[in-house]
C-alpha cells in the first residue's frame, strides 16, 4: 500500500511525521512518499520535494513561486498516474492542496483533507472544491463538522494533533532547570515558522521586548526559532536593531521555551494551541501589508485570527492584527505583557481561563483516529470477511 503526502505548512510537517509513524506502527510495509518537510523524512517518508522551505502567505509572496508550483503539481500528476497511490493526504495548505486534490481524484485516488483549510474563517465558497475533489474530511477543531453539514458534506472530527503532540512531548529537562533555577522573569518570543513572518514580525516583537526591559530591567527573553535559518536571520535583525537586550535565541526548545515561560509573544499561527494545552498567557500579533490587507479584507468571516479565542468566542488571548501604525499597537501589546508581569493575579486569571477551556476541548488520540480512519478505509478485506454472511 502507498501513500502520498502533501504538506506545505511547518507546523503540517510535524502533524504529518507523528501520523506517518502512526500509520507505520499499524502497517509496516507502508510505502510513503509525497511532498512536505524533514521531520516527516525523518519519520519514513520519501520526499520528493522539500515544500515547507516554499509555505508563504499574501499574494505578493506567491506570485515568484508560481512556476515552482506549477511543476511540483506537473510531477504529482505523473506519480498518481505511473504509480497510482492508494491515497492522497493532504495537510492545510490549500492554494497548492487543491490542484494536488484535483489531480488526485482525476486520477481515481481516494483524497483524505486531514486538518482542513479554514473555509469557516474566510472565502467559504471554497466548499464547492472540498465537495468535488475530497472523499474524506478529518477536522481538528471541534465546531467545523457541524459547519460542514450545513453545507451538506460529511466530516469527522478527530481532534488536533498539537494536543497529542504537547501531551507527548518529553521537556528537556535541564534546560528547563538551567532557566528557572533563576528569579529573572522569562517572556517567550515566538517569531513565527514562515520566513516572510519573521521579516513583517520579529522588528515589532523586538520593540516589545525593548518596552518590557525597559519596565523590567530582570526580565530574561527566549526566542524560539523554527529553523537554524530562521535563527540567523533573528539574529541579524537583533544586530541590525542595535541595543543589548538581555535575549537568547534558540531551536527546537519551542516547548521548553513556552513551559518555563511567565508568557509569551507570539506570532499568530498554529502553535496558540499549544499556549492551551500548556495554559500559557500569551499576546499574538500578525502583521500584514496595507495591501494584501485590503485585498483580503472582503473574504473574512471571522471576528479573530486566534485558534482558542475561536473555539472560546472570546479573546483570552489579547491579539493584534497590526496593518498600520504599529507603534500604537506595540505599546498596547507591552501594556498586557506589564501587566501580567508586574500583577500575578492578573497572570493566574489568564492563565486559569486558558485551564478552563483547555479542559472542556483538549481531546488527545487524533493522530492515532485519523491513522485508523485511513487505513479502515484503504485496508482490503480478507478473504474470510469478503464470504462473511450479512448481518
Known amino acids: 500500500m502507498q501513500i502520498f503526502f502533501s504538506v506545505g505548512e511547518p507546523s503540517g510537517d510535524q502533524h504529518a511525521a507523528h501520523l506517518i509513524r502512526a500509520l507505520t506502527r499499524r ?5 510513503l512518499c509525497g511532498y512536505g518537510g524533514p521531520r516527516m523524512r525523518e519519520a519514513g517518508c520519501e520526499l520528493k520535494c522539500e515544500l515547507t522551505n516554499l509555505a508563504v502567505m499574501g499574494v505578493f509572496q506567491v506570485l515568484p513561486l508560481l512556476l515552482t508550483f506549477y511543476k511540483l503539481v506537473k510531477q504529482a500528476q505523473r506519480i498518481f498516474r505511473e504509480s497510482k497511490p492508494d491515497a492522497v493526504v493532504l495537510i492545510d495548505f490549500p492554494g497548492f492542496n487543491w490542484w494536488i486534490a484535483r489531480k488526485a481524484k482525476a486520477a481515481g485516488i481516494p483524497v483524505f483533507y486531514y486538518l482542513p483549510p479554514q473555509l469557516w474563517a474566510w472565502a467559504p465558497w ?27 458534506l460529511v466530516a469527522e472530527y478527530v481532534g488536533h494533533p498539537f494536543f497529542d503532540e504537547a501531551a507527548e512531548q518529553i521537556l528537556d529537562e535541564p534546560f528547563c532547570r538551567q532557566w528557572q533555577k533563576g528569579d529573572r522573569p522569562i517572556v517567550a518570543i515566538l517569531p513565527g515558522s514562515r520566513h516572510h513572518e519573521i521579516e513583517f514580525n520579529f522588528p515589532l516583537q523586538i520593540k516589545i521586548m525593548e518596552r518590557i526591559a525597559a519596565k523590567f530591567p530582570n526580565v530574561q527573553f527566549l526566542v524560539a526559532c523554527y ?40 506570532v499568530s499561527g498554529s502553535v496558540s494551541l499549544e499556549m492551551l494545552a500548556r495554559a500559557k498567557p ?28 475561536l473555539i472560546a468566542k472570546q479573546q483570552l488571548l489579547p491579539e493584534w492584527l497590526v496593518v498600520m501604525h504599529p507603534e500604537r499597537d506595540v505599546q498596547a501589546m507591552s501594556a498586557v505583557i506589564e501587566d501580567w508581569l508586574g500583577n500575578p493575579l492578573s497572570l493566574a486569571r489568564a492563565a486559569r481561563d486558558l485551564r478552563n477551556l483547555r479542559d472542556e476541548v483538549m481531546k488527545v488520540g487524533a493522530t492515532g483516529r485519523t491513522a ?13 470477511q469478503s464470504f462473511a454472511p450479512a448481518a
Request: glycine letters at 4%; hydrophobic letters at 40%.
Open 282 to 309: 500569551a499576546v499574538v500579533i500578525y502583521r500584514i501589508h496595507p495591501l494584501t490587507y485590503l485585498m483580503y479584507l472582503p473574504l473574512v468571516n471571522i471576528t479573530s485570527i486566534t485558534l482558542p479565542n
Open 227 to 266: 529553523k537554524e535559518r530562521q535563527l540567523k536571520r533573528c539574529r541579524e535583525i537583533l544586530a541590525a536593531h542595535g541595543g543589548s537586550l538581555p535575549v537568547e535565541l534558540y531551536v527546537g526548545r519551542t516547548s521548553e521555551i513556552v513551559e518555563i515561560a511567565a508568557c509569551c509573544v507570539m
Open 372 to 384: 485508523e480512519r485511513i487505513l479502515s478505509e484503504l485496508a482490503p478485506m480478507s478473504p474470510a
Open 27 to 31: 502497517r509496516p510495509n507502508l510505502e
Open 126 to 152: 471554497r466548499v464547492k472544491r472540498m465537495r468535488k475533489f475530497v472523499d474524506h474530511i478529518l477536522c481538528g477543531l471541534p465546531f467545523e463538522p457541524e459547519w460542514y453539514a450545513k453545507r451538506g
